[in-house]
Each structure stands twice: as structure tokens, then as C-alpha cells.
């Protein structure tokens, strides 16, 4: 059974920043970040590949860096410069040769 652990979510004014992590139990070609606001669809953030490839959502380029530790399983997601547009739900995604697996979500709130 696969295991997403996430942390650092929370409460942050605008411009400020918050950096999230996620760490699986094993390891995984494909490690990403998604986000889901109320009454919208579900869409990609970033995604990190396992030899160090990205890809960002337009909307968060120049603000958020996403990164990996393959050692130790763990997605990162550096957000600076925070809007309230980038308030959401945040889920980790993780793909195998297999399937891909989904992190339970923590909320990110952009807010004075």
C-alpha cells in the first residue's frame, strides 16, 4: 500500500510564502503537485520527473519551484510571492509504471 504523507499547508498573507512537502513510500518516476479551489476542476501545478525534469502550471512560473529528493521519496513545492488566485486545495501526485497514486490534501489559504 502506497503512502502519501503531506505537510505545510496553511494560512499565509500575499506575497508571502509556503513551502510543501510530500513524501511517498517508494519511489516513483513521476512526483507533482495539484490543486483544486472551490467550484473548479482539479489542475496541475508542477511536476518534477526522476531525473530532474519539470513542468509548471503558467500561472505559478517565477513562484513556485518544485523539487525532489529521490534518496528519500520527497516532492517539495517552494511557493513565493503568494496570491489569493492561488488559494486551493493542494494534492500530491505521484505516477509508477503501474498506476498513480494521490496524497489526501492540504489547504493552502491566500488571504490578508
Known amino acids: 500500500q502506497v503512502q502519501l504523507v503531506e505537510s505545510g499547508g496553511g494560512l499565509v498573507q500575499p506575497g508571502g510564502s509556503l513551502r510543501l512537502s510530500c513524501a511517498a513510500s517508494?519511489?516513483?518516476?513521476?512526483m507533482g503537485w495539484y490543486r483544486q479551489a472551490p467550484g473548479k476542476q482539479r489542475e496541475m501545478v508542477a511536476e518534477?520527473?526522476?531525473?530532474?525534469?519539470?513542468n509548471y502550471a503558467d500561472s505559478v512560473k517565477d513562484r513556485f519551484t518544485i523539487s525532489r529528493d529521490n534518496a528519500k521519496n520527497t516532492v517539495l513545492l517552494q511557493m513565493n510571492n503568494l496570491k489569493p488566485e492561488d488559494t486551493a486545495v493542494y494534492y500530491c501526485?505521484?505516477?509508477?509504471?503501474?498506476?498513480?497514486?494521490w496524497g489526501q490534501g492540504t489547504q493552502v489559504t491566500v488571504s490578508s
Open positions: 517508494g519511489g516513483f518516476y513521476i
Open positions: 518534477i520527473t526522476s531525473s530532474y525534469g519539470t
Open positions: 501526485k505521484v505516477t509508477g509504471a503501474l498506476r498513480t497514486y
